[in-house]
């Protein structure tokens, strides 16, 4: 059972340079999210998604886009990467909403130069 | 809006008891929650309390919730070098579409 899959696990970018983070969960879960971890600063959400075909803004969403044409899928797009981008982000996924157990993935680790 | 406060790092031999603490502000949140993060990974939920209990204990887990106060703990019993991690403290933001997580507390376990 993979649970939440991310790729890449390590990335590097130049400023401007655009990248989509992928994000994969087989557990068939509605709810899926992308949070951020900034030293010192914590999980901030960037975008979330309560089904196919609905996305809504985190605390954090200026400078990523997401979609979510299918319930598996949820990736996060950097359009023009930028230097305070450089972060950890996790994807998360649960059943049915936030309230129910999070799954999350091992992360991916950006760094924007 | 909402949020979530926790001191950053505790430091405690093995075999002590862990004391976590948090202080939250949205008193509307149903569950408070409590993730577990290992190096090099993502969080795993560790344990949950639901807002209208005082207390719930889960083998070496112990959570303490106070609603007046606003403040949620977590003592880990016996700790040992493996629950080194960082424990982050979580409630549901108001509209039920995200949860909100404190800063994290650094767990430190010395042998």
């Known amino acids: 059972n993979a649970g939440v899959t991310q790729t890449p696990k390590f990335q590097v970018l130049k400023t401007g340079q655009s990248m989509t983070l992928q994000c994969a969960q087989d557990?068939?879960?509605?709810?899926m999210s992308w949070y951020r971890q900034d030293p010192g600063m914590g999980l901030r959400l960037i975008h979330y998604?309560?089904?196919?075909?609905?996305?809504d803004q985190g605390e954090v969403p200026n400078g990523y886009n997401v979609s979510r044409s299918t319930t598996e899928d949820f990736p996060l797009r950097l359009l023009s990467a930028a230097p305070s981008q450089t972060s950890v982000y996790f994807c998360?996924?649960?059943?049915?909403?936030?309230?129910?157990?999070?799954?999350f993935g091992s992360g991916t680790q950006l760094s924007v130069l | 809006g909402e949020d979530v406060e926790q001191s950053l790092f505790l430091s405690v031999r093995e075999g002590d008891s862990s004391v976590i603490n948090c202080t939250y502000t949205?008193?509307?949140?149903?569950?408070l929650y409590w993730y577990k993060q290992e190096p090099g990974a993502g969080l795993q939920l560790l344990t949950y309390?639901?807002?209208?209990?005082d207390m719930k204990q889960d083998q070496r887990l112990t959570v303490l919730l106070n609603k007046k106060d606003k403040h949620l703990s977590l003592r880990i019993a016996d700790t040992q070098t493996g629950d080194s991690a960082i424990y982050f403290c979580?409630?549901?933001?108001?509209?039920?579409?995200?949860?909100?997580f404190g800063k994290g507390t650094t767990l430190s376990v010395s042998s």
């Open positions: 998360a996924s649960s059943r049915a909403g936030p309230s129910e157990k999070l799954f």
């Open positions: 557990m068939n879960h509605e709810y």
């Open positions: 998604s309560v089904g196919a075909g609905i996305t």
């Open positions: 949205d008193s509307s949140s149903t569950y």
């Open positions: 309390i639901f807002s209208n209990m």
């Open positions: 979580a409630e549901s933001n108001q509209a039920g579409t995200a949860l909100i």
